[in-house]
């Protein structure tokens, strides 16, 4: 059984996709995570606290800046469509960018204030420039998906994670602690910027000649379920996947906030970079398919399998050993860490099968409806379940603890549905 798996494997062209995206985001994380035993020991868990609150509100100022509309552009017959889409995602993040900038300038204060940011005051002016940049490679990454230029993917996402790594290193024996993490990080941004536009730069600009304002007219009409659905749905899951972060800043430290941003860096993240690779090969297959026959559950089940195998080992070992993992890697100060990582493992495990895939099954049979009902119970549970933990037992782990329950309902939700309409009736 396993030698068919294996030779299944060889000779999928699926599977030649998803190594070309899954390699690119290995080298990256790899890098990520060779670097991180250095950076535990330059930067504090309240440096790599402030880190995580920033992508935080940055990951919710994406959302609003490309409105998800990223997704469309793997509809449409003709590219040149699709490439008005991106030209669409590129000028609303401009126009966002701006409006962010004149509410910094004249409530910036004001806010820093309301919202407890003061460690971030001198780094919030970065939030606009990373939302758009951000923005861009989002698109972009959709663009080269859509033209199947998978080892470009790769190659774009390699070079943003060793240069993430290199300017965090590099600032941080320049003793540039507190904000560094956030400057290297942004730095990666610009870097990997120009690599992602570097073969798209000519027919976006092509194209932008003839943009008109009845594209964007045909765009917002064409595409309204995804502003008024998928980007409230997101904007909500965002929210509730951020909101640890948030509530825990909130109720106890920024060091509390950096120990589980540690958690996610070295266990999470790479999770959902494989994750994103599988579903980005997926994506394109489930739109064909579903286009020319209606039914994908064949193959929506055979790639959840196929995730279900790859993690079985891994999550495992880290439900046994995450601490000793931490303690031994990163030092002394990071066992908190690894703790919780354990609390979070089947939660994070069920992630990694399930989400991915079915994300991408919902958005090809376009019930968009779906995805905000979902987004909204999910966010109800899972701050539901932090807030219960926090004010009855009083302790961050029984908070995690309860919000990684509601996520796991909400995931495996998530696969009924995707499976019930994955054919289309």
Not at 161 to 187: E, H, K, M, Q, W
Not at 221 to 230: A, C, L, M, S
Request: hydrophobic share 50%; aromatic share 16%.
């Amino acid at each position: 059984m396993l030698g068919n798996f294996l030779k299944e494997y060889r000779n999928s062209v699926f599977f030649k996709n998803v190594f070309h995206l899954m390699s690119g985001t290995f080298l990256a994380q790899l890098l990520l995570v060779l670097s991180t035993p250095i950076l535990s020991r330059l930067f504090d868990p309240d440096d790599f606290g402030m880190l995580a609150l920033f992508l935080s509100i940055q990951s919710i100022l994406v959302i609003l800046g490309t409105c998800r509309l990223e997704i469309a552009i793997m509809l449409p017959k003709e590219l040149r469509d699709a490439i008005k889409i991106v030209l669409f995602i590129i000028l609303q993040s401009i126009l966002l960018s701006l409006i962010l900038y004149i509410i910094l300038i004249i409530c910036g204060s004001y806010l820093i204030s309301v919202f407890d940011l003061d460690k971030m005051a001198n780094v919030l002016f970065l939030l606009p420039i990373s939302m758009f940049l951000l923005s861009l490679n989002t698109a972009l990454k959709y663009l080269k998906n859509r033209k199947y230029r998978y080892k470009g993917i790769r190659n774009c996402t390699v070079v943003e994670g060793s240069t993430r790594a290199g300017f965090n290193i590099t600032l941080g024996f320049a003793d540039f602690v507190n904000y560094g993490l956030i400057y290297g990080y942004l730095g990666s941004l610009c870097v990997s910027s120009i690599v992602w536009l570097r073969r798209e730069y000519k027919e976006l600009f092509l194209e932008l000649k003839n943009f008109k304002i009845k594209d964007v007219k045909y765009i917002s009409k064409k595409y309204r379920n995804i502003f008024t659905h998928v980007a409230t749905g997101a904007l909500v899951n965002n929210i509730s996947c951020q909101a640890p972060i948030f509530l825990m800043t909130y109720f106890y430290s920024i060091d509390v906030v950096g120990q589980y941003s540690m958690a996610q860096r070295l266990v999470s993240l790479p999770i959902v970079f494989i994750m994103t690779a599988f579903a980005d090969s997926f994506r394109q297959r489930a739109a064909d398919e579903f286009r020319e026959n209606g039914n994908i559950r064949g193959v929506y089940l055979k790639n959840v399998k196929r995730l279900f195998f790859i993690g079985l080992l891994p999550f495992s070992g880290l439900m046994f050993f995450a601490p000793l993992i931490f303690k031994v890697f990163l030092g002394e100060e990071w066992e908190f860490s690894g703790i919780m990582v354990q609390v979070l493992t089947l939660m994070t495990f069920l992630n990694f099968v399930i989400m991915g895939l079915s994300g991408v099954v919902i958005q090809v049979v376009e019930f968009f409806k779906f995805e905000l009902y979902w987004q909204i119970s999910f966010l109800l549970l899972s701050i539901g379940g932090f807030l219960i933990g926090h004010y009855i037992f009083e302790d961050v782990l029984y908070s995690l603890a309860l919000y990684s329950l509601g996520c796991i309902i909400m995931y495996l939700f998530s696969f009924v549905i995707a499976y019930k309409y994955s054919v289309k009736t």
